[in-house]
Each structure stands twice: as structure tokens, then as C-alpha cells.
């Protein structure tokens, strides 16, 4: 038995089960089990498995996201930080987003978490390739092409390899970089 875990082990030890097994797998017992603790240790830090999920959303919400914007968004120049951005989400935890998306269908909490994440993500995606496109309108589908590729990807293959990911996001990213090029003309 582990002697100290805390919350952020508790949290990846969850990512790591969604990946794996999918939603119906996060339980107490076998979270704790995949950190060697006791169900004490979980009860002390949660109170109960739906306090978990709400503070684990939050979580995921945050690594995965919030973070993900933050570093991209430090970026200036407009193409490094599309390339960027793809760099970011190749090393998204890809099998446990498909099993977010896929809990989202039974659990409203989850859904109302992944609704959040999803707008969050096609905003910071529609303020990224603004400079690829000639108006607003534009970005925005542009941000929804690629929300569109990476959900895509995340539910048809699994386990999502780099170099699946590589070969999708390449020419997505090929294709916006020559709308840049066309837009600064």
C-alpha cells in the first residue's frame, strides 16, 4: 500500500482508467486500487465519488484545456502558434477524451463539463486562426474543422497514435498556413 497520494494522483489515476476501461470503470474501489490505497484515503479527500467527478472535471478541464490555451496563447507569431496548438493536442490524452465524450451521454455533469470544454477550446481555436481567415465567420469554421478532426479522430481510433494524429493535423495545418499566406497577400 502507498502511504501518500493526493488529489492530482487521484485525478490521473482517473484519466488513466477512462483511457483503459471507460467511465463505467471510475469507481472508488478501483481508483484506489489503481493508486495501492485504501477506499479511507479517497473518502477523506472526495467525500464521495460524485464530489470526485465534479472536482476531477474540473481538473481535466484545466490540464487539458485552460492549460493548453494559456501556453499556446503566450505565443505571438500567429503561424508558431497554430503549430503549436497541434504540438499541444498530439500529447491530449486521447483514449480518456473519447470516454469523456462518451460518459457526457449518461451523466449530466459530465455533459455539462464537456459542453464547457468544447466551446472553450472552439473559441481559443476561432482566435488562433483568425489570421487565416478573411473574417470572423470564417475562423469560426475553420475552429469547428478542427474540433471537427479531433473528436473525429479521438472517437474512430483508439488507441490515437502520433502518427495518426500527425497525418490528419499535418494537412489541416498545411491547408491553414496557406490560407495565412493567401490572407496577408
Not at 17 to 26: M, W
Not at 65 to 94: C, F, M, W, Y
Not at 174 to 182: I, L, T, Y
Request: net charge neutral; glycine share 8%; proline share 3%.
Amino acid at each position: 500500500m502507498r502511504l501518500l497520494v493526493n488529489r492530482a494522483d487521484y485525478h490521473e489515476a482517473a484519466l488513466r482508467v477512462l483511457a483503459e476501461e471507460g467511465a463505467g470503470a471510475v469507481k472508488v474501489t478501483r481508483l484506489c486500487s489503481e493508486l495501492g490505497v485504501t477506499t479511507g484515503s479517497f473518502y477523506g479527500y472526495f467525500g464521495s465519488l460524485d464530489g470526485f467527478v465534479d472536482e476531477f472535471l474540473e481538473y481535466w478541464s484545466e490540464s487539458q484545456t485552460a492549460r493548453v490555451i494559456e501556453i499556446a496563447n503566450a505565443q505571438g507569431d500567429p503561424a508558431e502558434r497554430i503549430r503549436l496548438l497541434k504540438r499541444l493536442g498530439s500529447s491530449l490524452p486521447h483514449a480518456a477524451e473519447g470516454a469523456i465524450r462518451a460518459w457526457a451521454g449518461t451523466n449530466p455533469a459530465v455533459a455539462k463539463m464537456q459542453v464547457k470544454v468544447d466551446k472553450r477550446r472552439l473559441d481559443a481555436l476561432t482566435d488562433a486562426l483568425r489570421p487565416a481567415a478573411r473574417d470572423a465567420r470564417e475562423a469560426r469554421v475553420l475552429g469547428t474543422m478542427a474540433m471537427t478532426l479531433l473528436v473525429g479522430l479521438q472517437q474512430w481510433r483508439k488507441p490515437v497514435t502520433t502518427r495518426q494524429f500527425n497525418v490528419v493535423f499535418n494537412e489541416f495545418q498545411e491547408f491553414v498556413e496557406m490560407k495565412m499566406a493567401a490572407a496577408s497577400d
